[in-house]
């Protein structure tokens, strides 16, 4: 095996540029609590898993160095993007927790997130483990190599992605449009329970003035939001797992809308 990678080395280094590419970008795989040198021994793994599929396939490569040269940087680019698209799918459970985290009392709360080594809010914070697991749960890690590694070198080739360019922004737009009502979508049963407190509050501070709904509303808001929460767990378990199971389709669709852009 060691002496046919050698062989095939051109092909080996395009398989292994982005498959190092998608594992920087990805999420779960690209948090800074991984070390480089673990996430460089894991592309260098499935690189080698997946090179007799790819080389029974066969990978037609230039014979100029310039050509081969924008051909590598292709297929990073390709790995880049897949990644930034998962990345988008994954956003949206923290999106989702923003948009209630201020109305339930929580906005000013911020957590330290050890996969993003960033600050974000609490809610937000809760949603993304909970999105984690379920990835975990339903083998994302699995699937998350058969669409993006696997499935992408059976689809799409860097020509095809300089064929294709065009629709990527178009599909960026769309991403970013279906992340924006995702989160909606999961936060709303808390949000709008939030958003009745918040009604009946008002109703009451103008039918009983003399109570200090001001220091009430907080620990009512937070309580109620917990409640609501914590009854929606299962029902969110169930839509993290749709919303992460459609976003491998739409992976899959976007790979082969390029591919049918180069041709």
Same mark, same amino acid.
């Given at each position: 095996? *060691?002496?046919?990678?050698?062989?095939?080395?051109?092909?080996?280094?395009?398989?292994?540029?982005?498959?190092?590419?998608?594992?920087?970008?990805?999420?779960?795989? =690209?948090?800074?609590?991984?070390?480089?040198?673990?996430?460089?021994?894991?592309?260098?793994?499935?690189?080698?898993?997946?090179?007799?599929?790819?080389?029974?396939?066969?990978?037609?490569?230039?014979? =100029?160095?310039?050509?081969?040269?924008?051909?590598?940087?292709?297929?990073?680019?390709?790995? *880049?993007? &897949?990644?930034?698209?998962?990345? *988008? +799918?994954?956003?949206?459970?923290?999106?989702?927790?923003?948009?209630?985290?201020?109305?339930?009392?929580?906005?000013?709360?911020?957590?330290?997130?050890?996969?993003?080594? *960033?600050?974000?809010?609490?809610?937000?914070?809760?949603?993304?483990?909970?999105?984690?697991? @379920?990835?975990?749960? +339903?083998?994302?890690?699995?699937?998350?190599?058969?669409?993006?590694?696997?499935?992408?070198?059976? =689809?799409?080739?860097?020509?095809?992605?300089?064929?294709?360019?065009?629709?990527?922004?178009?599909?960026?737009?769309?991403?970013?449009?279906?992340?924006?009502?995702? =989160?909606? @979508?999961?936060?709303?049963?808390?949000?709008?329970?939030?958003?009745?407190?918040?009604?009946?509050?008002?109703?009451?501070?103008?039918?009983?003035?003399?109570?200090?709904?001001?220091?009430?509303?907080?620990?009512?808001?937070?309580?109620?939001? &917990?409640?609501?929460?914590?009854?929606?767990?299962?029902?969110?378990?169930?839509?993290?797992?749709?919303?992460?199971?459609?976003?491998?389709?739409?992976?899959?669709?976007?790979?082969?809308?390029?591919?049918?852009?180069?041709?």
């Amino acid at each position: 095996m *060691i002496g046919t990678l050698v062989a095939n080395f051109r092909v080996f280094l395009i398989i292994l540029v982005r498959v190092t590419a998608l594992v920087q970008v990805a999420p779960l795989f =690209s948090s800074q609590a991984f070390p480089q040198t673990a996430k460089l021994g894991f592309a260098l793994f499935v690189s080698v898993a997946i090179y007799p599929w790819v080389a029974e396939q066969g990978y037609l490569l230039p014979d =100029s160095a310039v050509d081969y040269f924008l051909v590598v940087v292709g297929e990073a680019m390709i790995g *880049i993007i &897949l990644g930034f698209f998962l990345n *988008i +799918i994954f956003a949206v459970f923290q999106v989702a927790g923003q948009f209630f985290s201020l109305q339930m009392g929580f906005g000013a709360s911020q957590v330290f997130d050890p996969l993003a080594q *960033i600050q974000i809010p609490l809610m937000g914070q809760f949603l993304n483990i909970a999105g984690m697991f @379920t990835f975990l749960v +339903i083998s994302g890690a699995q699937k998350l190599l058969l669409v993006g590694v696997y499935g992408s070198f059976k =689809s799409i080739r860097a020509v095809d992605l300089v064929a294709g360019r065009a629709q990527l922004f178009p599909l960026f737009l769309r991403s970013l449009g279906d992340l924006f009502v995702n =989160s909606l @979508t999961i936060s709303f049963p808390i949000l709008g329970t939030l958003l009745l407190v918040s009604v009946t509050m008002g109703l009451l501070a103008k039918a009983a003035p003399q109570m200090n709904l001001l220091m009430m509303g907080f620990p009512i808001a937070i309580g109620t939001a &917990l409640i609501v929460i914590a009854a929606a767990t299962p029902f969110l378990i169930g839509a993290f797992s749709r919303l992460l199971e459609g976003g491998f389709e739409q992976l899959g669709t976007i790979i082969m809308s390029l591919k049918g852009a180069g041709g």
